[in-house]
């Protein structure tokens, strides 16, 4: 199965914006469906964005639709989320995760690879 490492979150102002990587390695990375979480100080895990395995579906939580987009290169065996107009909300670890299905779930549960995750944090 694969393995996930994220990258790409720092510190950034209200309004900025930020792209965030995810490589995968060590399996068939067009198998997976993926997906974005995010886990701010205090709460649970929320999905945030996920992809089919082709890239020709995506999916995302009403309060980053118009403002988040995620994409996938197969061939290089990436997920990205371009973060548009940063709100102090945004403020987590986000967390690339992988599941080996053509469903894009919206759970936690529903994925079994997770990458370690990278923090974002937007001031105001």
């Known amino acids: 199965q694969v393995q996930l490492v994220e990258s790409g979150g720092r510190l950034v102002q209200a309004g900025g914006s930020l792209r965030l990587s995810c490589a995968a390695s060590?399996?068939?990375?067009?198998?997976?469906?993926m997906a974005w979480f995010r886990q701010a100080p205090g709460k649970e895990r929320e999905f945030v964005a996920g992809?089919?395995?082709?890239?020709?579906?995506?999916t995302f939580i009403d309060h980053v639709k118009g403002r988040f987009t995620i994409s996938r290169d197969n061939a290089k065996n990436s997920v990205y989320l371009q973060m548009n107009s940063l709100k102090p909300e945004d403020t987590a670890v986000y967390y690339c995760?992988?599941?080996?299905?053509?469903?894009?779930?919206?759970?936690?549960?529903?994925?079994?690879?997770w990458g370690q995750g990278t923090q974002v944090t937007v001031s105001s």
């Open positions: 995760a992988a599941r080996l299905t053509m469903i894009i779930g919206s759970t936690s549960g529903e994925y079994d690879i």
């Open positions: 060590g399996g068939t990375f067009r198998f997976y469906t």
């Open positions: 992809i089919n395995q082709s890239g020709t579906r995506t």
